[in-house]
């Protein structure tokens, strides 16, 4: 059991703040690598919201190392405190706009998994822009990742599931490959729970660069 200070301390730790912001950081800036873990893969879970599926992701994979990005500071807050509460060590919760941090900040090939789930739809025509998934947003998460590296994406919007994936495949830089039912654990999201919930179908897909 923590003590109140030893609580804050890790709390603190949990929620990343980057030594600078204008340039790309290195792996070991974000996790310190240590002699039990020198290399330990990063994962990434852009718009991670509360964080229920990075903490429980990172608690059954002690050997890889998993960075939330949220530009909400209540929501980053909350997945900070939570790892710190359940004594995890590999996961941290940085409060970003996500397409400055998987363009400018994110180490370049230094990322083995991007996770995109449930970002928000913009379903109004001219919201479009908002959308995450377009072509240069395509060619930062490829940056980020190594050949190979995979990206995985879910939402319960229809149209917008065959838009992104349109974009994804558009690029020509991703392979898509299978992701059936229970192909490897996959904790349920926050929004996933309750999408589910209200009975909606729930779209995936999932892409390794190429
Ligand atoms: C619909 S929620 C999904 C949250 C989580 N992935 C889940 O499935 O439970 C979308 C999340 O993305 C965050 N978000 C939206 N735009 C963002 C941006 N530009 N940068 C970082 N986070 C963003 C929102 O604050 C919200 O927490």
Known sequence: MLTPDELQRVRAACLYEPPAYFRTLQKHEIFTPTAERPDAPLEVDVGCGDGSFLLDLAAAHPERDFLGLEKLLGRARKVARQAARRGLTNVKAM???????????????????????FPDPWPKAKHAKNRLVQ????????????????????????????????????????????????????????????????????????????
């Open 95 to 117: 409060q970003i706009d996500s397409p400055y941090a998987v363009r400018h900040l994110l180490p370049r090939g230094g990322v083995a998994r991007i996770h995109l789930l």
């Open 135 to 210: 072509p240069d947003f395509c060619r930062d998460v490829h940056r980020l990742l190594g050949r190979g590296g995979e990206w995985l994406f879910k939402t319960d919007h229809a149209e917008y599931f065959d838009e992104a994936t349109a974009v994804i495949r558009g690029s020509g830089i991703f392979r898509e490959v299978d992701w059936p039912e229970g192909a490897f654990a996959y904790p349920l999201t926050d929004f996933e729970r309750q999408w589910l919930g209200e009975g909606k179908t729930i779209r995936r897909a999932r892409f390794a660069a190429e």
